[in-house]
């Protein structure tokens, strides 16, 4: 029997391609155009059976029935069982009548972030500051030494697409998704995404690569009033400023390092010449600007949830489908191909296009060629040759020694100093306190502070105070908004005048975690110390305060100093509050 050509690793990809393309059927080449979510049981084995409550369909039947073969991995498991789940996966895969294997993908699994629509903490993976501390820190060689550690874990487990780098730019100050971002700096930004794409697929994409896809197209940061347009009050995207092209600009850069793959945004542009409907669904977007003016020749694979209302956390959401609620799911799907988008994330529903194109709505012609593209990035990737990996292999890779060590100096690298107008920091250059001195501590793990000081349960009996506080935020009642921290960026009553009482009553070193910009004028005023961090463990903190690590980090937005300043800004604009309190690039150096 003869082997088919798709199947001969000797032969150059494009016959390949061409070759599997002329066998596949109409609904296998649908199940192509869909990049859903699976979870996985804690043990390693697929799931086989689903409530409803956050996947629709069990894995068998996404592979085996709806023929999908490129899933995006929910949820935090141990690397071993990982392994064993993607090898499971890939069993399935190779059990379907062509044998196309699977492409996994993740959102970023290197910090501190745990939200199930947008990152995961570290787990078993290597732990880094958010992508806000590698920008602080501003070092391309240290961006591509993360995102090369980071190929290198995903690898080991099976993951072959990143959902990211994350290069929007944080200009509006309430905007939940900063965390992700490499802050409001546009050259910056541009530097860090060249060296992270390099990191991640190398020279070129190949059997040793995690494809790129790079996100939000044309840049999420404008939104109106900062809201996240995962939900319908947050769907406008406007330009108050006139800077749309500025938004441009690392995604230029992203495209110029050869990144694989490009997630246009949610988000609907308002007050513009572009047509009011989401950025998915966007032909002058997507088609004109991105592939006709910019030159990308990658997949454009759509953000997740732009055709139908799902539950999530089994509360219903509709469809992020932001200019065009009023179409049917069809309809949208037609509009999305019409743009140009390659793939549709977060949804499984074939039938859909096989019925657009028996209709005559949508040619074959349309179909295929985003076939092609999805199906040169596996045989690029080698997925056919190799879609297994070695779970012993990928124990002792995920999270090694020399991986984490990375992690931990990037994170001590990357806290910024604000204030230390007394310089009681760093503490070991002083000869009082003694070398152990009383600490107390709030937020803090008392285990971790007792190696650096006596830990004392009383403020007053303290010679320092260490205080660990997170960007505030408004609580949302909805389940999956609550992971999205939005509106006002300022410490409610009775908490802030809770925090001032500690910093009067005890000299106090101020740690605040900046996932969004923070409005603390008050607390700058009276800390004794202010440190920022943009995720960092304890002892990295207080390596930094005792003087056994260098903190380099600057600012990657300014920090307000009121939240009239901050609605009185433009959402476009940069760094665009009035007076203040830090300036974009503060920071002190011990």
Known sequence: MNTPAYKDASLPVDRRVEDLLSRMTLEEKAGQLFHSMLMMNADGTPVTETDGSMLPFTTPELIGDRLLTHFNLLGTYGAREMAQWQNTVQEMAAATRLGIPVTLSTDPRHAFTDNIGASFNAGAFSAWPEALGLAAIGDPDLVFRFADTVRREYLAVGFRVALHPQIDLASEPR???????????????????????????GPELGPE??????????????????????????????????????????????????????????GQPIGTDWEEVGFGFNK???????????????????????????????????????????????????????????????????????????????????VDASVRRLLREKFRLGLFENPYVDPDAAAETVGRADFAALGAAAQRRSLTVLTNPEGIIPLSAKP???????????????????????????????DLAVLRLRTPYEPRENVFESFFHSGSLAFPEPELAAILTLLDQVPTLVCINLERAAVLPEIAARAAALIADYGASDAALLDVAFGRAVPEGRLPFELPRSMKAVEASRPDVPNDTENPVFAHGHGLSL
């Not at 995690?210 to 996240?228: C, N, R, T, Y």
């Not at 009082?432 to 971790?448: H, I, Q, S, T, W």
């Open 284 to 366: 002058g977007v997507v088609t004109g600007l991105l592939r006709e003016e910019l030159g990308f020749e990658g997949i454009v694979c759509t953000d997740w949830g732009l055709l139908n209302d799902a539950a999530i956390f089994g509360q219903m959401h509709p469809a992020r489908a932001w200019g065009l609620e009023h179409l049917s799911t069809a309809e949208r799907a037609a509009r999305a191909l019409d743009a140009g988008c390659d793939q549709f994330g977060g949804e499984q529903c074939p039938e859909v296009v096989v019925e657009l194109v028996r209709s005559g709505r949508i040619a074959e012609s349309r």
């Open 175 to 201: 905007w939940a998704r900063q965390t992700g971002t490499f802050g409001s700096d546009a050259r910056l930004t541009a530097e860090l995404v060249q060296a992270y794409v390099r990191g991640l697929q």
């Open 209 to 266: 690569s995690v494809s790129a896809m790079v996100k939000h197209f044309p840049g999420g940061g404008p939104q109106k009033d900062g809201e996240d347009p995962h939900f319908a009050h947050g769907k406008e995207q406007v330009y108050p400023g006139g800077m749309r092209e500025h938004h441009l600009e690392p995604f230029k850069a992203a495209i110029a390092a050869g990144c694989a793959q490009m997630m246009p945004y949610y």
């Open 432 to 462: 009082e306190p003694v070398p152990r001195p009383k600490l107390y501590v709030r937020n803090v793990d008392e285990a971790v502070a007792a190696a650096y000081g006596e830990v004392v349960a009383d403020p007053a009996a303290a």
